[in-house]
């Protein structure tokens, strides 16, 4: 009988054992979830993030010279310079 008590009590606190070696391995996957991000990681994110705008601000810059290079306004204002400078050339040349 004693010998009986002495294995219900050793499984007892074997399983007492199990579990909080289960309940530390839950606490230690929760605490890695919600670890914040290093100053590091941070710093990398910005620069991605500042590094995507500065080209997509690059993109809309280069976009809207090129429409502004072809509009009508553009072109007619371009001729009218032309004109211009021919007649002051003309002018002078005489």
Do not use: C
Not at 11 to 35: C, G, K, P, S
Request: charged share 30%; net charge negative; hydrophobic share 45%.
């Amino acid at each position: 009988m004693i010998y009986e008590e002495d294995e219900t009590e050793n499984a007892a606190n074997m399983r007492l054992y199990l579990a909080v070696a289960a309940l530390m391995l839950v606490l230690l996957a929760h605490a890695e979830a919600q670890e914040e991000p290093t100053i590091e990681q941070h710093f990398a994110t910005f620069q991605t993030k500042v590094m995507e705008l500065g080209k997509d601000l690059s993109e809309k810059a280069t976009a809207a010279f090129k429409k502004l290079e072809e509009s009508e306004f553009a072109t007619k204002t371009k001729s009218w310079f032309d004109e211009q400078m021919t007649k002051l050339k003309d002018t002078f040349s005489k």
